[in-house]
């Protein structure tokens, strides 16, 4: 059977998308075979796409290159946005694995999600076991990292540091980074890390170690929006500008919503022999 794929990235996080999917099923070892051989450079993950004939709010479910699941890709949103509306379609909404978001195309490749505010997840004692939390962000010390625990669709934790010498290093931070994603507090699953400073008075840099690809970012969004909102809980801004080693994306802080532009791209589309 052949599907029809598109390859796209949004700041260097790049995607095989397959639309429609048609509720395609695929094991772990063919989606690890599929970012592996789609293209010359191994891509970070694979989405599925389709819509739903009875309200057509589109779908979207993502796996990591290494065919684990993921609740949430805010990159990979902005490439399927981008992917209906080359299609001609154009919801409002695009259902994941955590729950809706509003999308709209702006202009040249310019997407605008409306999110919900990420969530503090605190352990549980008596259950044994992390869940989401109403209080305010609680730090936990992990390697001598004052850290933060945020579900902001996928669980990060969020470090802000000042020592300007740990983003000068990637070799080095990456390391460090790698170490937490592993500790042992967060197995089996793992975690997202992500670290960032600021730059400015209404600007941070963000760099991650995404748990499933098992390397540095070029960017993740997921992240980048969990560590804006953890700046924003303490400084309470408008408008917040994120860098990442890909690009550069830009969070508007709202009372019941978030918004966060930022641009994707559609690099070619093919088939996929399955």
Same mark, same amino acid.
């Given at each position: 059977?052949?599907?029809?794929? $598109?390859?796209?990235?949004?700041?260097?996080?790049?995607?095989?998308?397959?639309? +429609?999917?048609?509720?395609?099923?695929? #094991?772990?070892?063919?989606?690890?075979? =599929?970012?592996?051989?789609?293209?010359?450079?191994?891509?970070?993950?694979? %989405?599925? /796409?389709?819509?739903?004939?009875?309200?057509?709010? +589109? @779908?979207?479910?993502?796996?990591?290159?290494?065919?684990?699941?993921?609740?949430?890709? /805010?990159?990979? =949103?902005?490439?399927?946005?981008?992917?209906?509306?080359?299609?001609?379609?154009?919801?409002?909404?695009?259902?994941?694995?955590?729950?809706?978001?509003?999308?709209?195309? /702006?202009?040249?490749?310019?997407?605008?999600? !409306?999110?919900?505010?990420?969530?503090?997840?605190?352990?549980?004692?008596?259950?044994?076991?992390?869940?989401?939390?109403?209080?305010?962000?609680?730090?936990?010390?992990?390697?001598?990292?004052?850290? $933060? $625990? %945020?579900?902001?669709?996928?669980?990060?934790?969020?470090?802000?540091?000042?020592?300007?010498?740990?983003?000068?290093?990637?070799?080095?931070?990456?390391?460090?980074?790698?170490?937490?994603?592993?500790?042992?507090?967060? /197995? +089996?699953?793992?975690?997202?890390?992500?670290?960032?400073?600021?730059?400015?008075?209404?600007?941070?840099?963000?760099?991650?170690?995404? *748990?499933?690809?098992? !390397?540095?970012? +070029?960017?993740?969004? #997921?992240?980048?929006? !969990?560590? !804006? $909102?953890?700046?924003?809980?303490?400084?309470?801004?408008? *408008?917040?500008?994120?860098?990442?080693?890909?690009?550069? @994306?830009?969070?508007?802080?709202?009372?019941?919503?978030?918004?966060?532009? @930022?641009?994707?791209?559609?690099?070619?589309?093919?088939?996929?022999?399955?």
């Amino acid at each position: 059977m052949k599907v029809t794929f $598109y390859k796209c990235n949004s700041k260097g996080n790049s995607f095989i998308i397959i639309f +429609p999917s048609n509720s395609i099923t695929l #094991s772990s070892s063919q989606i690890k075979n =599929i970012c592996k051989s789609t293209d010359a450079k191994l891509v970070d993950g694979l %989405i599925f /796409l389709d819509l739903n004939k009875n309200n057509n709010i +589109p @779908s979207m479910h993502y796996y990591n290159n290494d065919g684990t699941c993921e609740t949430f890709c /805010l990159n990979g =949103i902005i490439c399927s946005s981008l992917i209906l509306e080359n299609n001609q379609l154009f919801p409002e909404y695009i259902k994941t694995d955590a729950g809706l978001c509003g999308i709209k195309i /702006l202009e040249q490749n310019l997407v605008q999600i !409306a999110l919900s505010k990420p969530s503090n997840i605190k352990f549980n004692k008596s259950k044994e076991k992390w869940e989401d939390s109403k209080n305010v962000f609680q730090p936990i010390l992990i390697d001598g990292f004052k850290s $933060y $625990y %945020i579900n902001s669709g996928a669980k990060h934790i969020v470090i802000k540091s000042n020592e300007n010498i740990l983003f000068e290093d990637d070799l080095n931070l990456e390391k460090i980074l790698k170490k937490i994603r592993n500790n042992k507090l967060f /197995l +089996p699953d793992g975690v997202n890390v992500n670290i960032y400073r600021i730059i400015a008075s209404n600007s941070i840099q963000v760099k991650t170690y995404e *748990k499933g690809v098992e !390397a540095m970012m +070029p960017s993740c969004s #997921s992240g980048s929006y !969990a560590c !804006a $909102y953890h700046h924003y809980h303490y400084n309470k801004l408008d *408008k917040l500008k994120i860098l990442n080693d890909g690009g550069t @994306s830009e969070v508007i802080f709202g009372s019941n919503k978030n918004l966060f532009l @930022s641009k994707g791209q559609i690099e070619y589309k093919g088939e996929l022999k399955i």
